[in-house]
């Protein structure tokens, strides 16, 4: 068995002008490293892609268990033996003198012969350097490989879809636990809300997700974001943890959690009646998601997209980011971004730059758009989670987008 991502590899090598790709990582939770590793969890570990060949470096061998699983995905082991870590441990080498073994190890074990190679991962400073140090005294070049990296991971293999599917369903389970609360909760004086004798607080909404990500196994490492009235209004605040949730007000919510990779959704709801002006916003956004999510296919570019979702909102008086930028009231961000690894990766909705390119089959981005004002005190975002498929797309958080909890 080969890597699934071999071909591609060797392809994004040849355009960059590398013989090799080297990945440097404290664990196998590096965005850079995870998908060489297939689920395995390692301590420090490395990476040597050449020729179409993948060689993984781990140091314990405690965890030969967990580095079987990647050699069972076409991944070529180098064990600690292999580079004599102990016989250096004893030694007296350094942490950097040790790993240069063993990236070495690998470069010969892989045929590297000296050239330029990319570096990737996000180890220490003081490693990455010494790396690079120890690179160029062999003959070898070091350059950046966050580029090509973040090339080779943008569009998903089968098994990579149903990780990310199966962190969006535990998405949508908690978002349904959500709904369930605020359509029970009682209004109070002051118009707070009540649910079992106790506020409802932008806590408690959080910790009602997070008990269900528990459940399946997710963390959240970025968080969420519970942001109600005017909190809403800024887009990304996470919300004030003892801010009491009220009646007539919008509450953004927008969760994130990540197995081994992440997932993305975003629902705003209202207890009781909503003003006028959030309504309105709300529908807009409805339709604004609506006709992207029919227009999500291969062939298509985000920044399209965007742009149509700013020409409605600017026809319906909304400032919009592409005509005002720097906006802080009506529409403000990008439409979407692509998912995985990293919360935010390729392909990009932006209008130049890295994978702002057309959608392929294989492309996980979020679809979200939203209208804000801060005056007023409301923030709407409506947001998807969608695979490109080779037709079309499909949607992996099919939830109720009603403002209304007691719709769902």
């Known amino acids: ?83 004599g870590m102990e016989t250096l441990r004893r030694d007296g080498k350094t942490h950097e003198e040790i790993l240069a073994a063993a990236v070495q190890t690998a470069l010969d074990r892989a045929g590297v012969v000296p050239g330029r190679v990319a570096l990737a991962g996000r180890p220490a400073a003081g490693i990455a350097v010494a790396t690079a140090r120890t ?23 089968t098994a990579e879809v149903e990780g990310v599917a199966s962190a969006a369903q535990a998405t949508v389970d908690a978002f349904r636990s959500v ?53 809403g209004a800024t887009g990304h605040s996470t919300g004030t943890l003892e ?11 927008d969760l994130f959690p990540r197995g081994r990779l992440f997932a993305d959704c975003t629902r705003t709801f209202c207890v009781g009646e909503p003003p006028e002006g959030l309504a309105r916003a709300h529908g807009l956004v409805l339709e604004a998601l609506e006709t992207s999510l029919k227009a999500v296919r291969p062939g298509v570019r985000g920044w399209t997209l965007h742009e149509r979702v700013c020409r409605l909102f600017e026809n319906e008086g909304f400032a919009v980011p592409d005509k005002n930028p720097g906006t802080q009231r009506g529409y403000f961000h990008l439409l979407g971004h692509g998912v995985g690894y990293e919360l935010h990766e390729l392909p990009s909705f932006r209008k130049t730059g890295p994978g702002t390119d057309e959608f392929v089959a294989g492309d996980v981005v979020t679809i979200e758009p939203g209208l804000y004002d801060p005056d007023a005190g409301w923030g709407v975002r409506l947001e998807d989670l969608v695979v490109v498929t080779e037709d079309g797309m499909t949607n992996l958080t099919p939830l109720p987008y009603d403002l209304d909890p007691r719709s769902w």
Do not use: N
């Open 179 to 231: 709904a369930e609360a605020l359509a029970e909760s009682a209004v109070r004086e002051r118009g707070e809300l009540w649910l079992d004798e106790e506020r409802v607080t932008v806590a408690r909404v959080k910790a009602l997700a997070a008990q269900v990500f528990a459940a399946h196994g997710l963390e959240q490492p970025e968080s969420s974001i519970v942001g109600p009235a005017e909190e």
């Open 1 to 83: 068995m080969t890597w699934p991502r071999s071909h591609l590899l060797g392809v994004l090598l040849a355009e960059e002008s590398v013989e090799a790709l080297v990945v440097l990582a404290g664990s196998s939770r590096d965005p850079d490293l995870a998908p060489f590793v297939g689920g395995a969890r390692l301590g420090q570990a490395c990476v040597v892609a050449h020729g179409g060949g993948v060689w993984l470096v781990y140091f314990t061998s405690m965890e030969r268990e967990e580095a079987a699983r990647a050699e069972a995905g076409g991944v070529e082991l180098v064990h600690p033996a292999d580079f």
């Open 243 to 253: 801010r009491v949730l009220r009646v007539g007000e919008s509450i953004v919510v």
């Open 135 to 157: 690179l160029e005294e062999g003959g070898w070049k070091p350059v950046s490989g966050r580029g090509l990296m973040l090339a080779l991971r943008r569009t998903k293999t």
